[in-house]
Nanobody
Framework: QVKLVESGGGLVQPGGSLRLSCAAS????????MGWYRQVPGKSRELVAS???????YYADSVKGRFTIAEDTAKNTVDLQMSDLKTENTAVYYC?????????????WGQGTKVTVSS
């Protein structure tokens, strides 16, 4: 069973920085990509950043130059460093793992961590 646990969310002022962390656990799976999504009430969950194996990371246009995704395969963690935060970045952020398991591709999710950007 794959388990993802996010941490690091909280309250930060506009222009500030915050680092989110995701700790992953599980055995006998082939990970294809790790990523971070976010969701606000009334909207669907959207991709913020993704690390597809050894390929270049992907970032949503709205966070390019401000957010950085960092995966540590040895520690089984993936972090999201967020800087120059804006009020519109307020959301619940979710860690995602896309992996092949039992011959099928699956998406696994953490419980989410709340980020509030406000003065």
């Amino acid at each position: 069973q794959v388990k993802l646990v996010e941490s690091g969310g909280g309250l930060v002022q506009p222009g500030g920085s915050l680092r989110l962390s995701c700790a992953a656990s599980g055995n006998m799976r082939n990970i294809k990509a790790m990523g971070w999504y976010r969701q606000v009430p009334g909207k669907s969950r959207e991709l913020v950043a993704s690390q597809p194996g050894s390929a270049r990371p992907y970032y949503a246009d709205s966070v390019k130059g401000r957010f950085t995704i960092a995966e540590d395969t040895a520690k089984n963690t993936v972090d999201l460093q967020m800087s120059d935060l804006k009020t519109e970045n307020t959301a619940v952020y979710y860690c995602n793992e896309r992996a092949t398991d039992c011959g099928d591709e699956h998406d696994y999710w953490g419980q989410g961590t709340k980020v509030t950007v406000s003065s």
